[in-house]
């Protein structure tokens, strides 16, 4: 079945240590997108590609950034985790276009930070 | 500013019981609408949306919700609801700021529980 793959399912990591989050997609969608979910709040948006071209948001810190080689791949890289990011993060797809807003979500990676 | 607010924070019914999980919206202009289930430990999964047309729109799992443009609001509606409704729902709009992406704007969430 065609699908939004996030690995891994769950991540450990030290305090101001980078850590890599990756998504991958088989649904050939133009748009990728990274939320952060907190303790089932909101999801918040971080960024979005469209196809090649990146779109950050305002209020996302720097210490977040994102990586997509190819359509089928997308990283989040947080370059020194705080205690305050440890969060789950989703990736989305969406095919992009007029009447194409669906989103279809990975199953998340629960990221901890010690 | 564009906005949702989901006012319950947990919604309780009746396994059978009817259920409605409320929503309202402020944008400018014509709004584009979404419901969202996260069961847990889970991503989000796409229920339904609104976009134009039937004020009424139908959706997956026997969801519905009816579009209120005079009060703003999308609730979501199930005529007999089941124990395995019980997750938690996101009522979307959709950035106005983004004509070509899926980019949302999700309300708080509310906890669905349905007792047996």
């Known amino acids: 079945d065609a699908m939004v793959i996030q690995n891994p399912r769950y991540q450990v990591t030290q305090f101001g240590k980078p850590v890599t989050l990756s998504c991958s997609q088989t649904l050939n969608h133009n748009v990728m997108y990274w939320y952060q979910q907190k303790s089932s709040q909101a999801p918040k948006l971080l960024f979005h590609y469209y196809d090649k071209d990146f779109n950050n948001e305002a209020d996302t810190p720097d210490n977040f950034q994102s990586r997509r080689p190819n359509t089928s791949f997308c990283f989040l890289d947080i370059r020194s985790p705080g205690l305050g990011d440890a969060a789950m993060y989703l990736c989305?797809?969406?095919?992009?276009?007029?009447?194409?807003?669906?989103?279809?979500f990975g199953s998340g990676t629960q990221l901890s930070v010690l | 500013a564009q906005s949702v607010a989901q006012p319950e924070d947990q919604v309780n019914v009746a396994e059978g019981n009817p259920l409605t999980v409320k929503c309202t919206y402020s944008?400018?202009?014509?709004?584009?609408l979404f419901w969202y289930v996260q069961y847990p430990n889970r991503g989000l999964q796409f229920l339904l949306k609104?976009?134009?047309?039937?004020?009424l729109v139908k959706g997956s799992y026997g969801f519905e919700a009816e579009f209120n443009k005079s009060q703003t609001s999308f609730h979501l509606k199930k005529p007999s609801a089941l124990v395995s409704d019980s997750a938690l729902y996101f009522c979307a709009v959709r950035d106005v700021g983004s004509s070509n992406t899926g980019k949302l704007i999700f309300g708080q969430g509310t906890t669905l529980q349905v007792k047996p």
């Open positions: 944008v400018s202009g014509n709004p584009y």
């Open positions: 609104y976009i134009t047309g039937d004020n």
């Open positions: 989305a797809t969406s095919r992009g276009g007029q009447g194409n807003e669906k989103l279809f």
